[in-house]
T-cell receptor, first 114, second 116 residues
Framework: AQSVTQLGSHVSVSEGALVLLRCNYSSSVPPYLFWYVQYPNQGLQLLLKYTSAATLVKGINGFEAEFKKSETSFHLTKPSAHMSDAAEYFCAVRDGSGNTPLVFGKGTRLSVIA | GAGVSQSPSNKVTEKGKDVELRCDPISGHTALYWYRQRLGQGLEFLIYFQGNSAPDKSGLPSDRFSAERTGESVSTLTIQRTQQEDSAVYLC??????????????FGPGTRLTVL
């Protein structure tokens, strides 16, 4: 069975500092991995996804994530945090078979301090 | 184009009452998913519709929960005899090519359900 672990339910960074949100997955087959962002009182918006085409994936708003099979990780990073990045971030996994729902982590709330 | 829409945006009900939540997927999307997000938790899968196939109901927490979908359009999630633990945000998502593992799910804004 697939699972996702997001280390740290809350991460706080200063504006302009590096953002690092951690995600580790468990999957018996090569996975597809997703990062979604949820702003207050809104639905989830796709930031980026890993589709096996490239291990370093670039997404919207300057975010990127690197797939590391040996570490079963897909950590999300952004070089310089902006106040508008404050939100909840969810990592999700789907196995390669398709026709299945996403399995989500519990989320990490990112706060950005001025 | 229009995204996934859900109604109502907020619903307050009394314990024991039935509620219906509605989801309008993106036009042309064959797959529709319902998830539940309880406070401080990730998203829990509830049910998945794909075209005319039998729905995947494996995530429904009890027989008080049911859902229907008419063709490839609107879906309704019904919770009967609501309990306080049903309080959550119910999110709907739709996607175009669910047979592809990398298929993107597009989410609606959710319905916040509060059971008093």
């Amino acid at each position: 069975a697939q699972s996702v672990t997001q280390l740290g339910s809350h991460v706080s960074v200063s504006e302009g500092a590096l953002v690092l949100l951690r995600c580790n997955y468990s999957s018996s087959v090569p996975p597809y991995l997703f990062w979604y962002v949820q702003y207050p009182n809104q639905g989830l918006q796709l930031l980026l996804k890993y589709t096996s085409a490239a291990t370093l994936v670039k997404g919207i708003n300057g975010f990127e994530a690197e797939f590391k099979k040996s570490e079963t990780s897909f950590h999300l990073t952004k070089p310089s945090a902006h106040m508008s990045d404050a939100a909840e971030y969810f990592c999700a996994v789907r196995d390669g078979s398709g026709n299945t729902p996403l399995v989500f982590g519990k989320g990490t709330r990112l706060s950005v301090i001025a | 184009g229009a995204g996934v829409s859900q109604s109502p945006s907020n619903k307050v009900t009394e314990k024991g009452k039935d509620v219906e939540l509605r989801c309008d997927p993106i036009s042309g999307h064959t797959a529709l998913y319902w998830y539940r997000q309880r406070l401080g938790q990730g998203l829990e899968f509830l049910i998945y519709f794909q075209g005319n196939s039998a729905p995947d109901k494996s995530g429904l927490p009890s027989d008080r929960f049911s859902a229907e979908r008419t063709g490839e359009s609107v879906s309704t999630l019904t919770i009967q005899r609501t309990q306080q633990e049903d309080s959550a945000v119910y999110l709907c998502a739709s996607s175009l090519k669910p047979s592809i593992g990398a298929d993107t799910q597009y989410f609606g804004p959710g319905t916040r359900l509060t059971v008093l």
